[in-house]
């Protein structure tokens, strides 16, 4: 039960930091581009990269600490990131067929996905 509050909380400084951060950005720059989503994502990668590589190499976190902090604030923050770790477990593992399974399959079903559900939820 801990874990699970613990994750929850994670989770909501992670979409405060996510709407605090795109919103601050999109408001500092001009233009209709989505700099603030875009910072966030590559921030996030960022980020997820060096906690797994501290946890890996320096540091011995309990597992329930990196899930608070992988899945609970970083989940929340920005899920490219856990694209991107996993696309690049895939890619330094061999697996080509399905990297690009992956990493295609995630934009070009996500995009037609994101479309159909515009579509219908227009139609109610």
């Not at 700099?35 to 329930?64: K, M, Q, Y």
């Not at 923050?77 to 399905?98: D, I, N, P, V």
């Not at 990493?103 to 219908?120: F, K």
Request: proline fraction near 2%; hydrophobic fraction near 55%.
């Amino acid at each position: 039960m801990q874990k699970l509050v613990l994750l929850g909380l994670a989770g909501a400084m992670g979409s405060l930091a996510r709407y605090g951060l795109a919103g601050f950005v999109q408001r500092a720059t001009p233009g209709s581009f989505p700099l603030g989503t875009f910072i966030v994502n590559v921030l996030g990668c960022l980020a997820f990269g060096f906690v797994w590589g501290v946890c890996e190499n320096r540091i011995s976190l309990h597992p329930d600490v990196r899930v608070v902090l992988l899945t609970g604030f970083m989940g929340a923050f920005t899920t490219f990131s856990t694209f991107t770790f996993e696309t690049l477990g895939l890619m330094e593992t061999g697996q080509w067929m399905a990297f690009a399974l992956y990493s295609a399959g995630q934009l070009l079903l996500g995009l037609a996905l994101l479309w159909l559900g515009l579509g219908a939820g227009r139609l109610v």
